[in-house]
DNA sequence: CTGTTAGCGCTTTCAA
DNA sequence: TTGAAAGCGCTAACAG
């Protein structure tokens, strides 16, 4: 009484198998009009509610989609790029009964990747801070997607070069980058817009590696103040970096954008509150982490590049 | 071959039956020495990995935790505080082999509260934003926990009262509260604590209601200045609200904290990254959220109240 | 303490 | 197009 109807029952009312329920509501394999309509409404009356568990077990394709995040630090758990895409992740999915698992690979975690492959549990697995996708094993092929490589990104190349033209545009010259760590291929990207940029304007490079932390983009902004002083701009490859560029900048009596300009990469909601108010490229995150999530289910086309637009604030 | 060996592998090396392979891997149920150790070694031999798809079906216990948000809004699901609380349980919960899904629920939803209640691969559902839980369907008795009720909770009482306790230690005597949406009971807290202070104190009680939402502050800060001129201290319950405070009163030329303290709620991120710094109370969500997850799942005490320290900074 | 026997609820050959 | 039957991999009485 107190727990919902099995298929079963429902076969039973509508007078068929339970095979033939089985495959009008599961929309696979044949059925004619009359069973269609039946079982339907058989399920209606019965207010029969599936059971994805049993569904996904028999069919032996796991109930869970695992988002790996890659990094150097396992606190990147908490990063707000790694949060609201799990969920929305957690929100897409949803529907369809599955849930969502998150954890943090260390940059060296082949056995860990198998261990993965091996459970069962897993019905597929969104990457990000992967690269070589050479490293993946074999029983996850088909049912992964990395965000950031295999062709689902955001056109980083797009949205570097136009913060850059903007602030070429604005009269400057001597522009840094704080780029992503190095061991980032997805990194490589906006360095290599940047340096073309550079290099077709004529102007020269000046490049510190950054981590996507505010505390790395303090110690970079230092960096550049002190290797570079005439620098008259800082961009950078996250709203996070140019956050903490921000602070080393206004605490060394720096006005921004008067003196160096800043730009940021992301646009997380903290891009719009600091002072001065950043600008920066801006992503559609919420639906990369559901255009991954589909991917790597199967129940999307693979290759997906979303655009990066700029969106200027008072920083630059 | 390339999938992982069943349990019944596990038991025929072993030499035993299914059912003590299951006893000693699942730790329920009585297993010898002998066996324990003979199922132990021929799991790792066999690089066995379990399928607890199969193991909660055949429990009847649902695949994944449910985090369900009551809300006005459907756009809360990218509120930072949902997001951190789903990427928490999605990590607290992964060991586990559960996903989190995460959905909306709109203020008045006891149909599809029902609809969570008959979906059997749902596991436990943990609830935030709801406050009378007597309209919970029996189905969910035991495994479901609601944050900000049900005793899992943060010290609202004694953060706001910090607070307010700072501000009047720092001569504000003209004390707004910016406070939580009618609709939540668990905004009621703060809001007691509030006017209990202020009529301790003799001083007047100055409300306005907000919404955790940043375009709620701008509009109540106008709403306060409007009222309440001579105010000189803004006590918000949402550091989202207050960074809307605080935009407001800068772009009225009103100088924080001179003229008039701001202060948050939650220590979000973007606190530290305000000008001036937020001065709020810091929760330890990633914290709360494991705890929801372990007491909706039966795996914890439900009980649990968890600190709402100051955290100091310049807006007050 | 252990093995046997039924399932959990759904999917999927295979014959009809 | 349909039904019977055999699982998916594990758990839980129930005897012994």
Redesign the pocket.
Known sequence: MS?SP???EVARLA??????A??V??G?????A???DAVRRAAADLG?V??PV??R????VGTRLLFAVRDRRADVLSDPFVTRATAAMAAATEPAGLGVSLRHLPLNAAAELDRIAAD?SIAAVVMAGHDSLDGIPARLRGRFAAIGADGLDVDSTGGIGALLRHLHAGGRRRIALVGGPSWLAAARAPLAAYTALMSAAGLPSRVVAGDFTAARGRAAARTVLRRWPDTDAIATVSDATAVGVLQTLTEAGIRVPHDIAVTGFDDIPVAAWTHPALSTATHPVELIAAAAAAAALGTAPRIRRFPSLPVLRASA
Not at 15 to 20: D, E, L, M
Not at 28 to 32: F, K, V
Not at 57 to 60: E, P
């Open positions: 727990s099995a298929l079963a007078g068929v198998s339970v095979a033939t089985s495959r509501l599961s696979r394999g044949p059925a004619s009359a069973s269609r029969y599936p059971h049993a569904s077990l028999a069919r032996g069962r």
